[in-house]
C-alpha cells in the first residue's frame, strides 16, 4: 500500500512539472511580446515612408530629447525638426551610414561634441538654424567630407576665439553654401556681422591699443570697426522657418510682417507669406529666390503691386493673391511669369472700369493659366458680374445714351442723336458718285471720272 502511494505522488510530482515549465514559458513570450509591443510603439512615433527611391524617418514634432538606437539604419533622410534636443554626444548618428540629409532645426541645442557627426561621410545637407548654440569649430565638420548644404542662422553665436576655425571653414570659396546668413550676436562690437563676410582676426586677435572686441576703448585710442547698421526691413532668417523636406520651404505665415523680408533665401522653391500686413509690393522683391515655384501672399492688405514686383521669377507656378484689397493690376505686372499655372485672385474688391482690361487681356493671351475669383464689386451697376463678362459689354450700347426724359435730347419726332448721325451719314452718301456709294472694294474695277 505504501508501495503504490509512493508511485502515485511520483506520477503526480512528474505531471505538475511540465505545466510549470508551460506556465514559465507562456510568461515569456508575453513578456517578449509585451517588449516588441514596445519597440512597435516607439517606432510608431515616427512616420517611415519612400520617395523617389530613397527612405525618409520623419520624427518631427514629436518631443523627442534625444535619438533612438531602435530606428531604422537604411535611411536616407531623417528629420527632427522642432523637438526638444538639447544636446548631442559624439558618435550620435553613427549608426546611419547612408544617410543624406539631417534636419535638427528648431530644436533647443546648445551644445554639440566635436564627434557627434562622426560617421555621416555620406552627408549632404545639415540644417541647424533657429537653435541656441553659441559655439562651433572646424572640428564638427571634418566627418562630413559631402556636405553641401549647411543652414546655422539664427542662433547666438559668440563671436571669440573659439569660432576662428569654423569662420575661416565657412569662408572657403568652394563653402558657398555653408553657413549662409549665420550672424554675430556677441560681442557687442561684432553684433550683426555676418559670419562669412567678418574679418576672422578680430575674433582672437586684440587690437592695436590691447582692446578685445567688444571692449569699449579709452578715449584718444583707436576703436573697431563700427557694426553695420541695422536695416530697414526684417530679416528672412530670423524671422521665418526654413524647412528642406520635401521641398525647400520659407515659411513667415503670420509673423506680423508690413514688408517682403531681406535676404531671401536663393534655393526655396516654395514661400509662405500669407496673414501678415504687406501693403504693397516694390520693384524686384522676390529676385533672389528666383527658382520659386510657389508664392503665397493670401490674407494679406495688399493694394498696390508695382510692375517689376514680379520680375525674375520665370519659373512661378502658382501665385495666391486672395482676400486682399486689389482693384485692378497695372499694365506689365504679370509679364515676367511665362510658366505661370494657376492664379488665385478671390476677395479682392475688384473695380470693373478700363484699369481692369490688362489683367482679362493677360489672361486671354495665357489660356494655359487657371484662375479664380475675378468678380466685379465696384460700380454698383456691375457688382457680382465676373471681370470677363464686363469687359465683352464695355464697347456695348451704354444704358445714358438715351435720355429719359422727353424734350432733352430729342431732335424732332423722338429720334436720339445718334439716330439722327445715322441719316445724315446716309444723306451724305447719297451725295457721292456711284462707284463712290458702296465703300467696298471691288478688284479689277476701273472708274473713270470726268
Not at 112 to 126: N, S
Request: aromatic residues 8%; hydrophobic residues 30%.
Amino acid at each position: 500500500m505504501r508501495l503504490l502511494s509512493a508511485l502515485l505522488l511520483l506520477l503526480l510530482l512528474r505531471s505538475t512539472e511540465p505545466r510549470k515549465g508551460g506556465r514559465n514559458r507562456e510568461r515569456g513570450r508575453a513578456r517578449g511580446k509585451g517588449r516588441a509591443n514596445a519597440v512597435k510603439r516607439q517606432t510608431s512615433e515616427c512616420k517611415e515612408y519612400m520617395e523617389a527611391g530613397e527612405k525618409y524617418l520623419d520624427c518631427q514634432d514629436r518631443q523627442l530629447t534625444g535619438v533612438q538606437q531602435h530606428w531604422p539604419e537604411d535611411i536616407h533622410h531623417l528629420l527632427l525638426a522642432r523637438n526638444k534636443i538639447q544636446v548631442l554626444r559624439d558618435n550620435t548618428f553613427s549608426q546611419f551610414k547612408i544617410l543624406k540629409s539631417l534636419d535638427l532645426q528648431q530644436n533647443e541645442l546648445y551644445m554639440v561634441e566635436e564627434e557627434a557627426f562622426a560617421g555621416l561621410g555620406q552627408l549632404t545637407t545639415l540644417l541647424l538654424q533657429h537653435n541656441q548654440m553659441k559655439t562651433a569649430s572646424e572640428e564638427h565638420l571634418l566627418p562630413l567630407p559631402n556636405l553641401r548644404y549647411l543652414r546655422l542662422y539664427d542662433n547666438p553665436w559668440d563671436c571669440r576665439c573659439s569660432l576662428d576655425s569654423l569662420v575661416r571653414t565657412l569662408q572657403v570659396p568652394s563653402n558657398r553654401n555653408l553657413g549662409n546668413y549665420a550672424k554675430c550676436s556677441e560681442p557687442d562690437a561684432l553684433r550683426g556681422q555676418k559670419l562669412k563676410k567678418m574679418r576672422p582676426e578680430l575674433l582672437c586677435a586684440e587690437d592695436g591699443e590691447g582692446h578685445l572686441p567688444g571692449q569699449k576703448p579709452q578715449e584718444g585710442q583707436g576703436s573697431l570697426p563700427k557694426p553695420p547698421p541695422i536695416k530697414k526691413y526684417p530679416d528672412a532668417n530670423s524671422l521665418c522657418h526654413t524647412y528642406m523636406f520635401p521641398k525647400p520651404m520659407l515659411d513667415c505665415k503670420s509673423k506680423e510682417l508690413k514688408n517682403i523680408p531681406s535676404s531671401l533665401p536663393s534655393d526655396i522653391v516654395r514661400m509662405d507669406l500669407s496673414s501678415n500686413s504687406i501693403t504693397q509690393l516694390r520693384p524686384k522683391e522676390f529676385v533672389a529666390a528666383r527658382d520659386l515655384k510657389l508664392l503665397n501672399l493670401s490674407s494679406n492688405s495688399l493694394d498696390q503691386i508695382d510692375t517689376a514686383a514680379f520680375a525674375g521669377l520665370l519659373y512661378l507656378r502658382e501665385l495666391d493673391l486672395s482676400n486682399n484689397s486689389l482693384h485692378y493690376f497695372q499694365y506689365g505686372v504679370l509679364e515676367d511669369l511665362y510658366f505661370l499655372r494657376m492664379l488665385n485672385l478671390g476677395d479682392n474688391p475688384w473695380v470693373c472700369d478700363y484699369n481692369i482690361h490688362y489683367l482679362i487681356y493677360w489672361l486671354k493671351h495665357h489660356p494655359g493659366v487657371a484662375y479664380s475669383g475675378l468678380i466685379c464689386t465696384e460700380p454698383q451697376e456691375f457688382r457680382g458680374w465676373p471681370v470677363e463678362n464686363y469687359v465683352k459689354t464695355y464697347n456695348g450700347e451704354c444704358p445714358n445714351d438715351k435720355d429719359p426724359q422727353p424734350g432733352k435730347g430729342d431732335t424732332g419726332q423722338g429720334q436720339t442723336a445718334q439716330e439722327l448721325v445715322a441719316e445724315t451719314e446716309e444723306a451724305e452718301m447719297e451725295l457721292l458718285p456711284k462707284p463712290l456709294r458702296d465703300p467696298r472694294p471691288k478688284k479689277y474695277e476701273v472708274t473713270r471720272l470726268t
